[in-house]
């Protein structure tokens, strides 16, 4: 079964893949500490500092395959060029699986996507000699371009090993633009707000519910709502609950984590809100998360909480800007001042050791470098972002993007990563998914659903 990130993300790349060619033979939009001018010509000055590489490579093993690996196999081509190092991309659909069966084998890759903090842990914990830390270049970028947040999930015991690379935002509600003018609604900035449009919306369209949302994704089934409930913990319970809660320092079956289960039922279980044109309640369970938000379209549902990646599941042809068909509002906290940022992303691990391997240690920093960054963005086109602060939105040629790399690099507002994954995967990928299933689809007890996972958790 591959993890919840890991299907989120290689659709999250799928939409950029029409604008590879366009993109890798054009100028960038933007300077951005970009490596190509608007001739393609590549400007190695930033690169002097990793050396002469010629004739050395570097293995690079990960989730994202053909032909979403693409955009990746792209990005690298700047630091071949400026370094004379090859880098040798393979993905594989049994990534995580197969990681493990390698690292057991002798047979690691030199650098792997990690696209959760808690595989970062686990490798760590069975693999201690053949994981190592995040090189001095990589880490002096971490500290310079990234939130503080992004380098404790990467490390482990207070050790770096994770590098972050790619990123995408949460908390976000779908809508449309033309059916909030018509309908004269505003963007909500507090929770209140939110429920009281809600409400509005739910009395001038009593045919139809405000809010859509589907859940049903082949073997990862569950995953959207643990996401709805991650996004109450923090609004409900603050983010030293949340941390408290993904770490288990306090148990599942909290109250305060019951009490953010069922402000998401508040939503997801009354049948006044959902499900907008899919039918009620239990509808959700067995909606693809693909298709929820598409009645929005027709004018069947006004309101879709999902991720920015969620762009690549609109149909061709569906222009999503603040002015278009289809956009995206920052889910509100309680009050307006409180700005709590679900996300998630994806960590380069070394598996070879940079302090030996000095192209080992060149291509993690690189990939932590704006360099990188703005690079990536400008051959992938629409659907990815990075939370690295160098990063020129200009390069960002998609509306929602931008709002999504403002989101997770703006100082009010407080990132946490998304907790499924930085669970055990019993219970991130386990339990916290088919309890929350059940919740959706047979009504099953708010506090049966929390003591069930918490009975799940592996014994320290």
Not at 55 to 65: E, L, N, Q
Not at 103 to 131: C, M, T, W
């Amino acid at each position: 079964m591959r993890n919840p990130t890991t299907r989120r993300w290689g659709l999250s790349l799928t939409a950029g893949i029409t604008a590879v060619t366009l993109a890798a033979c054009g100028g960038s939009n933007g300077d951005g500490g970009g490596s190509t001018d608007e001739a393609g010509d590549v400007d190695c000055s930033a690169f002097e500092q990793y050396g002469d590489l010629d004739g050395t490579s570097v293995s690079v093993y990960t989730s994202i395959i053909s032909p979403e690996d693409e955009p990746h196999i792209e990005s690298f081509k700047p630091f071949e060029e400026c370094t004379g190092a090859t880098v040798n991309y393979e993905g594989s659909r049994e990534f995580e699986a197969q990681l493990l069966v390698r690292l057991e084998s002798g047979n690691a890759p030199d650098i792997a996507y990690v696209p959760q903090p808690g595989l970062i842990a686990r490798i760590a914990q069975d693999f201690p000699d053949k994981i190592y830390e995040v090189g001095e270049d990589a880490a002096s970028n971490i500290d310079e371009y990234y939130a503080p947040e992004w380098k404790e999930y990467g490390s482990v015991d207070g050790t770096l090993y994770g590098a972050p690379l790619g990123a995408n935002a949460k908390s976000f509600v779908w809508y449309s633009p033309s059916a909030f003018d018509e309908g004269g609604y505003e963007i909500p900035e507090t929770w209140d707000e939110l429920m009281a449009l809600s409400d509005q919306i739910a009395s001038d369209h009593p045919d139809t519910q405000p809010w859509c949302a589907g859940i049903e994704s082949g073997g990862a089934t569950g995953w959207p709502a643990t996401d709805w409930v991650e996004d109450m913990v923090l609004r409900t319970a603050g983010v030293d609950t949340y941390d408290q809660w993904v770490n288990h320092e306090i148990p599942f079956n909290d109250p305060a984590i019951v009490e953010a289960i069922d402000k998401a039922g508040e939503i997801l279980r009354d049948e006044k809100y959902v499900n907008g044109g899919l039918g009620g309640v239990q509808s959700i369970a067995t909606t693809p998360f693909g298709e929820a938000g598409l009645p929005i379209l027709d004018g069947a549902c006004f309101l879709h909480r999902q991720a920015s990646f969620y762009q690549a599941n609109w149909p061709e042809g569906t222009e999503v800007a603040e002015d278009g068909d289809v956009f995206a509002f920052y889910l509100p906290g309680m009050t307006a001042d409180e700005r709590p940022m679900l996300g998630g992303g994806e960590f380069t691990v070394a598996l070879a050791d940079p302090a030996e391997r000095p192209e080992v240690a060149a291509l993690q920093a690189y990939l932590t470098s704006p360099e990188w960054s703005n690079e990536k963005a400008r051959v992938t086109g629409a659907g990815w972002i990075s939370a690295n602060s160098g990063l020129d939105p200009e390069n960002l040629s998609s509306p929602i993007d931008q709002l999504a790399f403002e989101t997770l690099t703006d100082e009010s507002y407080t990132f946490r990563f998304d907790g499924s994954d930085l669970m055990p995967a019993a219970v991130g990928a386990g339990t916290f998914w088919s309890e929350m299933t059940a919740w959706i689809a047979s009504g099953k007890d708010t506090q049966a659903v929390a003591d069930a996972i918490e009975a799940s958790w592996p014994s320290e």
